[in-house]
């Protein structure tokens, strides 16, 4: 495992990955945030895929992310079934990053008390082991 990935603290069920992707996976890898950016288009856009959600552009390129974002909102679940059961409570998010897109992911590092609307956080990166996935989570940005 790189050290910029954390071993899963939620289960992680493995992403199906494709050729056209590949950057993002490859990044998240180190540990590294990047976004898919359109060159017709000129805009970021999320999630990672082959083709511009907009014009169908398919030479994107892979811009680094900050990483850092905002709670835009979020809910706790309490009741889960199958492998989330064991791992409840846990939060789901939206995070509005500060490029300006915002991405669904868990928050985790905290308790899910400690989680507001606004609240300052941070990508990070985890899998379930080494060669696995990384995938990206948040984390409060005063937990570091």
Do not use: K
Request: hydrophobic share 45%.
């Amino acid at each position: 495992m790189s050290p910029g990935v954390r071993p899963a603290s939620l289960p992680t069920p493995p992403p199906r990955l494709d050729p056209e992707t590949q950057p993002y996976w490859d990044a998240a890898a180190r540990g590294e945030l990047v976004l898919p950016l359109c060159p017709r288009c000129d805009r970021l856009f999320w999630y990672p895929r082959g083709a511009c959600p907009r014009c169908g552009a398919t030479d994107l390129s892979w811009r680094p992310a900050s990483g850092e974002g905002v709670v835009y909102s979020f809910s706790v679940v309490r009741r889960a079934g199958g492998a989330w059961a064991q791992a409840v409570p846990y939060v789901l998010a939206y995070v509005t990053l500060a490029e300006g897109l915002t991405v669904a992911a868990n928050i985790v590092g905290c308790a899910p008390e400690e989680i507001t609307v606004d609240l300052p956080v941070h990508a990070v990166f985890e899998a379930a082991a080494a060669g696995d996935p990384a995938i990206l989570r948040f984390t409060p940005a005063a937990a570091g």
